[in-house]
């Protein structure tokens, strides 16, 4: 709530236009967004966002916790990519800690973490479509996207706040039929994504609802800060899983969808790309996941198994003293960024050297990518708002943290 | 993998492309510099850092042309208190470098970068709204996330984590 009142723009003699308040209650602005239009019949003259509904302090409440307790507030900041938010996280503090990682709970992490990609473009493609009016995807999407929260479920007790990543690893070994599972949902989803494709990429009223609609240049993009799909559809090609790799990405095949156009259908067409590339990689890490420990050897920081815990002291006292004073860790600063469903992810922490972090900063990728809305929408038609939010898929979580 | 410890010596860093370019045009406006985790920082002074930013931006050999986040940490008590950051991050070369700029408690501003990347409007007005840190040249310095009339900068450290009652 940055600003209860629109400010003035009306100047005398201009009295052609009108104040028009959409939101925060609002179907289409996927959580509580609140737009000031100033429109000129049906024209937008100029374009506000106002944020900060859903803002909790989370930044501020990492500061009162130990470096493990940290872990499930970072799924509550983005819904829709948990997992993106709690690798992010521990990467950062593994590069604080200087904690080497075994290859099988890097390569569960990659899996898992395009499983979330998939997740977090199938609900975008669901709403997005239904804010423009295709009503039947969102059933399609959502049918397939409860198959991923069901394999969610099953490695860590929970379809949305998963918190299945710790500091040096994962937190359990996979079920047995887990990848049994994963190998099932990736042989049929191509399919699937081609249903999807077949309602929307040829239908003429998607075309004419998206193509050629809330453009924006290559330099706009990079000096508003946006990132993701959201600048890939405007033909910049960067990608960090593939230029600056983290968790054994270097060792996968992918392609990186760009595309030059900078519309709505531009940006829609990179994402369901994504989709694709996302699902080969799920395979790539089915058919490649290395043996091994899924948690680093690091007894002060990595709580034990059970079973040492019940045979050895040592263990035991280690779990004592991770879960009572946390461990501490070296003094420093860290930038770790990493590739989400919606562009850069990166967390900055500061470490005094103690046990709870000194600062936590999340630079979220909607927070920028939000910035470019005034320049698709302005001197555009007030119905292109609505798919104008859509194509940079925004979630308020992130936002506001 | 043991940390090897940061560097903080001038001359060994001066090879960097970022830091190459800044000691070049103004070698008093850097402070310090540090390596450490693999990461860059250099420390500008205050005055100065619109003028770095945008030099970063236009350098021919490896352009730092995106503007990925600016945050804030506070010090208090220690002064100078602030310490505002910048991570830039160029896309041709792929190469991070993070800027600091050190402030006093009895003045906390700051030059806008927002003539540099219209993006850091929002970034700012974050820093402004949490941390009380005034942008000068800035167009619309207004809180953003918490309400209007909130009182007080919450991720200051000596505001309580449950607010003031």
Known sequence: ?401 | MPLAPAITDLEQLKNHPAVARLVGWNAAGVQGVKFDREEMTIYVDRGGIREACALLKDDPACPFNFLSDITCVDWYPAEPRFEVVYHLLSIPKKERVRLKVRLHSASPAVESLTSVWPGANYFEREVFDLFGIRFTGHPYLRRILMPEDWEGHPLRKDYPVEGYR
């Open chain 1, 1 to 401: 709530m940055a600003h209860l009142t629109p400010t003035p723009v009306l100047e005398p003699g201009q009295d052609r236009t009108m104040i028009l308040n959409m939101g925060p209650q609002h179907p289409s602005t996927h959580g509580v967004l609140r737009v000031l239009l100033e429109i000129d019949g049906e024209t937008v003259v100029r374009l506000m966002p106002d944020i900060g509904f859903l803002h909790t302090g989370i930044e501020k409440t990492c500061e009162a916790k130990f470096y493990q307790q940290v872990v499930p507030l970072t799924d509550r900041i983005d819904y829709l990519c948990p997992m993106t938010n709690n690798l992010c996280y521990v990467l950062a503090v593994e590069k604080l800690l200087g904690l080497e990682i075994p290859p099988k709970a890097q390569w569960l992490r990659v899996l898992l973490n395009e499983l979330t990609r998939i997740n977090s473009h199938l609900v975008w493609l669901g709403t997005h479509a239904m804010d423009i009016g295709a009503l039947t995807v969102f059933l399609y999407c959502f049918r397939e996207r409860e198959e991923v929260l069901r394999m969610f479920e099953m490695v860590s007790g929970q379809r949305m706040m998963t918190s299945y990543f710790r500091v040096g690893g994962v937190a359990l070994e996979p079920p047995l039929g887990f990848f049994d599972r994963v190998r099932d949902f990736a042989g049929y989803f191509p399919e699937r994504i081609d249903q999807y494709e077949n309602l929307l990429t040829g239908n003429p009223i998607w075309l004419m609802r998206t193509k050629g609609v809330a453009k924006m240049t290559a330099e706009d993009a990079v000096a508003l800060g946006a990132t993701g799909p959201t600048l890939r559809g405007s033909g910049v090609d960067i990608d960090l899983r593939r230029d600056m790799p983290y968790s054994s990405y270097e060792k996968f095949q992918f392609k990186v969808p760009v595309s030059q156009d900078g519309d709505v259908f531009a940006r829609y067409m990179c994402r369901v790309q994504e989709l694709r590339e996302s699902i080969g990689m799920v395979r790539q890490a089915l058919d490649g996941m290395p043996e091994g420990a899924i948690k680093a050897d690091a007894p002060g920081v990595v709580l034990p198994d059970r079973e040492k815990m019940k045979t050895q002291m040592e263990a035991l006292i280690h779990h004592f003293k991770i879960i009572t004073e946390g461990f501490a860790v070296p003094a420093g600063e860290v930038y770790q960024a990493v590739e989400s469903p919606r562009g850069e992810m990166g967390y900055y922490i500061v470490s005094d050297g103690t046990a709870k972090p000194y600062r936590v900063h999340m630079r979220s990728a909607c927070f920028a990518n939000l910035q470019t809305l005034s320049k698709m929408c302005e001197g555009h038609l007030l119905a292109d708002v609505v798919a104008a939010i859509g194509s940079i898929d925004i979630v308020l979580g992130e936002i506001d943290r």
